[in-house]
């Protein structure tokens, strides 16, 4: 064998020995891989195990008062608008800081157009402990009430809630025609602050937590719902 035939011999053994070299190690590697991947899905199926069931859902709580129920409200001595004899008894609980329950008015005063005899609305006391300034405003209110001018004073105090002010409701006492002497005194006294306390208590025993809220015959509303909301609860009390 002369000396280029023994170089190609000796090449091709040399690169036969790489390819088997490389063949064993793809073997290895293929080999490890299955194994790794066995070994993945066997912890896979441990952790499934282990892990703890899940907890069954829980159903979402209900915030007030259930709108299903029929709910018995004190009026007595509460001011009020319509005929006494109203077929429809609507209560509302309110705070007088509350801008929801300023943007209500008007749609409570379509439903007193729209149903003169039909419909009583009374007012119930609720100053939210959100709102710093509507104890005040309820506490006037409620003094005013106690000379039969609730509803004047009720509806300056909502004509500008930017004005929650002490000299605020006196210059109103005088301009809707109170005894402001006694207005004053009545507006600190522990009778109309227990007045608006008890209407806060009723509120919080029925589930009432923001305003406005409305009981239409007893029926839990919340919110400033649309004349077309009051207006088909009415209509509906007025047929059953």
């Not at 299955?34 to 952790?47: F, I």
């Not at 609507?90 to 149903?115: I, N």
Request: glycine content about 8%; aromatic content about 8%.
């Amino acid at each position: 064998m002369n000396s280029g035939n023994a170089i190609i011999v000796a090449g091709t053994i040399l690169a036969l020995a790489i390819l088997g070299s490389a063949y064993m190690m793809v073997t290895s590697i293929d080999g490890a891989s299955n194994q790794l991947a066995n070994l993945g899905g066997s912890v896979s199926k441990l952790q499934l195990a282990a892990a703890p069931a899940a907890a069954p859902a829980q159903p979402s709580r209900r915030r007030g008062p259930d709108p299903a129920k029929t709910y018995k409200v004190d009026t007595v001595g509460r001011p009020t608008k319509g005929p006494a004899n109203a077929a429809i008894t609507l209560v509302e609980f309110s705070d007088f800081q509350c801008p929801f329950c300023s943007r209500v008015g008007p749609t409570l005063k379509q439903v007193r157009e729209e149903y003169p005899n039909d419909v009583k609305i009374v007012f119930k006391h609720l100053p939210l402990s959100i709102h710093p300034k509507a104890q005040g405003a309820h506490a006037a209110a409620e003094a005013a009430h106690q000379q039969g001018k609730f509803w004047e004073m009720h509806d300056k105090i909502f004509a500008d809630q930017r004005q929650l002010t002490e000299s605020k409701y006196i210059e109103y006492a005088g301009e809707i025609g109170l005894d402001v002497d006694r207005f004053k005194k009545d507006m600190a006294s522990a009778e109309v602050k227990k007045r608006v306390a008890a209407d806060s208590a009723e509120a919080a025993r029925l589930g009432v937590t923001g305003t406005p809220g409305f009981f239409i015959n007893g029926k839990f509303v919340s919110g400033a719902k649309p004349f077309s909301e009051f207006k088909r609860i009415i209509d509906g009390q007025l047929k059953g």
